[in-house]
């Protein structure tokens, strides 16, 4: 029988997902159900050229394998483009809309019933034909045999400081769709929580007119500067002995620096890591510094991170959750820093608006924001007991992962805020991404890709790491299809990392360091 | 033969339909529109100076029609065709297609739901009007003008007064003194654009787009308009709601360009204007989204009235949608470079950029729906990424990446 696939959001991740589907053997039927139009998510259905990804187009690609598929669809439109180039959201957006529409057809002329549900989905549970139910918030219900959660990144984080205010009208609760930030009155004086990507992208928007911008969050701290996030042209990561770390170990960290440490070197032939980053202690100090050795080519650290976002994602999906938690915890500056550094055009704009007085970084979050006594606006104190008026606060502190409850009757709530999340317990993802029966432990045809898989992947916000997931799924679907037993396959000499499987010309699967086809 | 009245503005595109289908078109300019005339090279041109001699010349030429080619051509070619006998709109309603008070009076007259309206001429019949309405927001406009021409939304009585002020007794885009002024009650809610052909009485729709209006610096500004493939349940209702306009206003044969408001309380309209939709027609975009354009339709109803009319019994669709966006500048200045357009044109549906303004010129009209700034045209299958590219151009504009300017002396 054909299988009914309901693809619960449709944004990159979603449409990552549905290019595989459309051309794997065995489905009947896709739905994906979003209510938002597909491949046009929060991430990429950002207009403004002015906001770039912060990954290169090498890796920002619904394949994860070969030239990258948004490479092709660039060239193809006139861009003049390299797969180092960080390109603005909106191209990748497009991009992920016209190969939907691409698959569609394709599908659709193979036999295969698509369509677009109009709505959010709430929850997921058992059917009493074998299959699932999907509820959706327009009442309808959706009975699939595969369901696939690609739920997206659409709850901003509101900081504990600001979040009686939401609704006040000098607050801006999300950064994006940022035109409503250029309304904002020319010389205005803007307090932006956060001091990352989305905060970044706020700072860069606001930064026009006379207005002056404060960004504050606790760290106080810019994320790092690189030119490019590309697949390295050979392995710099000793993966034998990144295999080898036990999350339980005493020597976990250094071994796991040293490792980390080694790849970036011989990335750089040699250069050492301190070399390649400023000490600075001042924000403005550190991005002119990090900028420099960018823009001189002194960053060679930034050609091991696309290995390791892959090593440290298929390494720890086996680690039980707690550990994951714990380890990567540990890791979180580093991750936010190195792994989520800025493209070299957003640092000088950043820098330019620092050096003009324009942009400030606050060392930390203030102590109290109250709405003005009189007028419009806030008074804000510091911890050094200043106090001073801000015309209009922005919140782009990141958005909520999306975040799964299971019920005792099976049902799967699907929540994208977890402060909502208050009832049933977290269900177990397994390391091949499928929700587990929590009577049995055996999985369940749910899947979770993209930010849903955060309690299995380490780093989500990704779409090399949706694809390669994309993949993966659509391989097991593939044997499953053929009534064959997912085949495990062991690395020896002759089936190396980055090797592919092919059936009818398609690659089906791709070893990963771990020996895992993807 | 055809005689088109003062063909300016897209009435140009109108006459150029006429040539490309080898018609004989005569065509006729008001006495205050000289330098057009002087400026068309078509074989049979004439300036209309005195209508006893101007009716004697087209009574000797036996014209088969005489049509309005620009929103200035409207009264004299409805009164034209009356003195000639030939077949038109309905010369009762002459004054009520042309002015925009009467309009909301020929409407309440036939029953259609219409906005509330009144004119004043002074302060004192201003500050009366809205003390007896003690409603706000209103629209205070020119009574008759065209493009959002002096149009200013006012939330109080002092604003009403400054926008009264800022029009009365001032020359308005059609080249008129503002005798009077219109007090609108302010309409929200999605605005509409309907385009029709008549025949005989009876209209086709031809186009139906969706307008996308911002409100900069009190005013309503265009930003763009896209077509309507299928209509849903409200917008049929709304199609419906025009063509009882039409009828309430006696329209009867050729185009129409009709602007009304989809409201909470349903459609109401804006304005009718018997003639084609303006400023730009370039008709290459329209094609490619419908399989024909407002102005080769009108010609296909006077030279293959015949096969104008199978039309009739037609659903109303296309195979694409076709987006017309009116490029502004965030700010004055003179024009240096248009740095965005290589943005645009690689955008998905790019089609074309009509009437890119010249560099080293001062960007003019930034708030007026003239298309002074230049007009981009976008044709796509897929309703959501022309949506996204016209979002494109839009930040692209109100970021300043679009035009490159130097600061104006």
Redesign the interface.
Known sequence: MDKHAIIVGGGASGVTLFTQLATTPGIGAITVVDPN??G?GTAF?T????LLCNTSVDVTSIDPTGESDLLRYLAA???PVHRDHFVPR?LV??YC??RY?TYRRAAEQAGIRVRHHRARATSVGPDDGGGHTVTLDDGARLTGTDVFLCLGLDQPVVPELVRAHVGHPDLTAAPYP??QL?RLPARARILVLGSKLAAIDAAI?LG?RGRHVVLSSPSGQLPAVRTRLTRPASSVLDLASWRQLTPDSPDFDREAARLVVSAVARAGSGAALRAQTSGATAPADRLAEELRLAESGQVPWQDAIAEIIDAINDSTAPWPADTRRTVLGRYRHVISRYISSIPVRNARLLLERLTEGTLTVAPRLPEAVTPAESGPGWLVRWADDRTEHIDHIVCAAGYHKPTLRRLPDRTLLLHSDPALAVTGTEPEISPGLRVCDPRTGEPERVWVLGAASHPRAAIVNYLNTAARQATGIATDLLWGAHDAPTPAIRVTDTIRVNDTIKANNTVKATVTATGRLV | MFVLVNPVSTGKALAEAFREEGADCLHLYDASLRAAYDADGSPHTMVHEDLAKTLEVLGGLRPTAVIAASEYGVLLADELATRLGLPHHRPEQAAARRDKELMVRALEQAGVPAARTGSVRDEAELTDLLARWDSYPVMVKPRDSAGSDGCTISADPETALTAFRAIVDRQNLMGEVNDDVLVQEFLTGTQYIVNTVSIDGRHLVSEVYAERIDHIDGAPVLRHIISRPQLDAAEAELVGYVLDCLDALGIREGAAHTEVMLTPAGPRLVEVNSRVMGPSLAPDPYHAAFGYSHQHLVVERFLRPEEFALRLELPYTAARSVAKVFLRSDRPGKLLAVDGARILRRLPGFHSIDRLPEIGQPILDRYLTTGASGIAYLVHEDEHLLLNSLGVIHDLEDSGALYRLAEQD
């Open positions: 139009p597909i046009l259905g207009t403004d050229p002015l439109r006139g861009w909106y957006g497009q809309r016209e529409l940022v035109g250029r928007v026009q």
